[in-house]
């Protein structure tokens, strides 16, 4: 599994999300189950998937698939 | 007691914090000990394979961050977070020394809560977890001359009590140890006089020696408390009866 699929399945846990509903409209705001406690699983599976820990402001700004993509890719992680 | 078990203590320089991380190597953890200063005692201790010293300032994000990813990749896990680190004053309401209380909030209050939000992701991810926070019986009481202190200790014993509410469903344990006065080495040498009488109000009639106090860090750190979460344990030979 690449890191783009290990990224997806992080929404697939979280969601139930498939990969082609996946995109840049896939965010807070367009999805009604995206909550504070769901942002929080996705950070912490983000974390432990890709072994990091994130700073409170990343944390913040996960609130889209394209905003996590992006907060991976400033800690190093290429997709 | 804690065989197997990793623990980050801070304010391990002295006092509490040392005998706390002495205590908890005795009992088989592998202990980070962290202090801005003092950590020399490390290299004498006949523990140096299992207490690792770290000097850093806890107001430093960064630094704390560095520390606990150091710990995570070592260990690949944090069991036990003892909050000892402490900055204390005595000074009446009019005297306040706002410099001074806003680094105490700082110390006292935002580290340690920093250091809580850090540990407890690790520690939610392992599904376990015991964290000790060090209050005072002037966090809940309330104290002449000690405005400031107990406003900021009043502070940890609430930041206990809301996290506990938050980390319980994930099987983390948050606790605050409310000591009443602690014969440190600082005490003994500059306070005791001062406060010579309030020592014999004391209903043991002495002060608690800081292995005292590091003993409820056991009990509060090891599986025997495992029940046990969002309280203030007082430790203070009666004062507070």
Request: net charge negative; with cysteine.
């Given at each position: 599994?690449?890191?783009?699929?290990?990224?997806?399945?992080?929404?697939?846990?979280?969601?139930?999300?498939?990969?082609?509903?996946?995109?840049?409209?896939?965010?807070?705001?367009?999805?009604?189950?995206?909550?504070?406690?769901?942002?929080?699983?996705?950070?912490?599976?983000?974390?432990?998937?890709?072994?990091l820990?994130?700073?409170?402001?990343?944390?913040?700004?996960?609130?889209?698939?394209?905003?996590?993509?992006?907060?991976?890719?400033?800690?190093?992680?290429?997709? | 007691?804690?065989?197997?078990?990793?623990?980050?203590?801070?304010?391990?320089?002295?006092?509490?914090?040392?005998?706390?991380?002495?205590l908890?190597?005795?009992?088989?953890?592998?202990?980070?000990?962290?202090?801005?200063?003092?950590?020399?005692?490390?290299?004498?201790?006949?523990?140096?394979?299992?207490?690792?010293?770290?000097?850093?300032?806890?107001?430093?994000?960064?630094?704390?961050?560095?520390?606990?990813?150091?710990?995570?990749?070592?260990?690949?896990?944090?069991?036990?977070?003892a909050?000892?680190?402490?900055?204390?004053?005595?000074?009446?309401?009019s005297?306040?020394?706002?410099?001074?209380?806003?680094?105490?909030?700082?110390?006292?209050?935002?580290?340690?809560?920093?250091l809580?939000?850090?540990?407890?992701?690790?520690?939610?991810?392992?599904?376990?977890?015991?964290?000790?926070?060090?209050?005072?019986?002037?966090?809940?009481?309330g104290?002449?001359?000690?405005?400031?202190?107990?406003?900021?200790?009043?502070?940890?014993?609430?930041?206990?009590?809301?996290?506990?509410?938050?980390?319980?469903?994930?099987?983390?344990?948050?606790?605050a140890?409310?000591?009443?006065?602690?014969?440190?080495d600082?005490?003994?040498?500059?306070?005791?006089?001062?406060?010579?009488?309030?020592?014999?109000?004391?209903?043991?009639?002495?002060?608690?020696?800081?292995?005292?106090?590091?003993?409820l860090?056991?009990?509060?750190?090891?599986?025997?408390?495992m029940?046990?979460?969002?309280?203030?344990?007082?430790?203070?030979?009666?004062?507070?009866?």
């Amino acid at each position: 599994m690449n890191n783009l699929d290990k990224y997806n399945d992080i929404f697939a846990q979280v969601f139930g999300a498939k990969v082609e509903e996946l995109g840049d409209s896939y965010s807070k705001e367009n999805v009604s189950a995206w909550d504070s406690v769901h942002q929080l699983n996705i950070i912490s599976l983000m974390e432990e998937i890709f072994d990091l820990m994130l700073d409170p402001e990343d944390i913040m700004a996960c609130t889209s698939y394209n905003a996590g993509k992006e907060i991976l890719a400033k800690n190093g992680i290429e997709l | 007691m804690l065989q197997g078990k990793v623990a980050l203590i801070t304010g391990a320089g002295a006092g509490i914090g040392k005998a706390t991380a002495q205590l908890f190597a005795q009992n088989g953890a592998i202990v980070y000990a962290v202090d801005i200063k003092g950590l020399d005692w490390v290299a004498d201790s006949g523990f140096q394979k299992t207490i690792i010293p770290i000097e850093l300032n806890i107001c430093d994000f960064h630094a704390v961050k560095e520390a606990v990813l150091r710990i995570k990749k070592e260990q690949g896990k944090i069991d036990i977070l003892a909050n000892i680190a402490g900055l204390i004053s005595y000074e009446f309401m009019s005297m306040i020394d706002f410099d001074k209380f806003r680094m105490m909030l700082e110390v006292n209050v935002v580290a340690l809560i920093y250091l809580m939000q850090l540990t407890s992701r690790l520690m939610a991810r392992q599904h376990s977890g015991s964290i000790i926070n060090m209050a005072s019986m002037v966090g809940a009481k309330g104290a002449k001359g000690q405005l400031s202190y107990s406003a900021s200790k009043g502070a940890v014993i609430a930041a206990t009590k809301s996290a506990a509410k938050e980390l319980a469903e994930h099987a983390i344990r948050v606790n605050a140890i409310a000591p009443g006065m602690v014969g440190s080495d600082r005490f003994k040498a500059v306070l005791a006089e001062k406060f010579a009488q309030k020592i014999n109000d004391i209903p043991f009639g002495r002060l608690a020696e800081p292995e005292e106090i590091a003993q409820l860090c056991l009990f509060l750190a090891s599986d025997a408390s495992m029940y046990i979460t969002g309280q203030v344990i007082g430790i203070d030979g009666g004062i507070t009866m």
